[in-house]
């Protein structure tokens, strides 16, 4: 299915991409504003958070190691390596997504246990945009022109303001 779309997208990608970028502009306060509405500062018990800065700082960092492994045959020097594995630290859109929808199962069943458990793993979503955003977008701000280097890319065929070259 992906196939098709990109081969369909590619005489339409301006509007395909217009389309995302002003759905995203309107559902992204909407995901994020109803996930933060759903949890209460208060209501979050001690034990809860601990376990759950535990699990995220784990879960970080095995997805930073994992990350720099994946990219080590990809070509990139150190610098590049350790800027990517950093770069996907402020992923939280799906915990945003799915977070809730623990919860919203149990309430189906509307056992007070399932509910509790819904409500933790809620709150480990909660938790891992609340922490892992900002400091994965610090970082990348912090990193990127320490560990970056700009680079100019000419090919053969093309002229250096991108005009294609003329044909011999």
């Not at 996907?88 to 929808?101: D, E, F, M, N, R």
């Not at 709150?123 to 280097?149: C, D, K, M, S, Y």
Request: with cysteine; hydrophobic share 55%.
């Amino acid at each position: 299915m992906a196939f098709f779309a990109v081969t369909w997208w590619t005489r339409n990608k301006a509007k395909v991409e217009n389309i995302v970028r002003v759905a995203w502009i309107v559902f992204e306060p909407l995901l994020f504003g109803l996930l933060g509405a759903e949890v209460s500062v208060a209501s979050l018990r001690p034990e809860t958070v601990g376990l759950c800065v535990a699990t995220l700082g784990t879960a970080v960092l095995i997805r930073i190691l994992t990350t720099f492994l994946m990219v080590c045959f990809a070509g990139f020097n150190i610098e590049e390596k350790i800027f990517i594995s950093f770069a996907w630290l402020p992923k939280a859109t799906i915990q945003a997504a799915l977070g809730s929808v623990a919860l919203d199962t149990a309430r189906l069943y509307g056992e007070t246990l399932l509910e509790d458990y819904g409500m933790d793993v809620l709150t480990v979503a909660f938790l891992a945009i609340l922490i892992a955003a900002p400091i994965g977008h610090l970082l990348i701000g912090l990193l990127g022109p320490r560990l970056l280097q700009k680079t100019e890319h000419q090919d053969k065929d093309e002229n250096v303001q991108g005009e294609p070259s003329e044909q011999v």
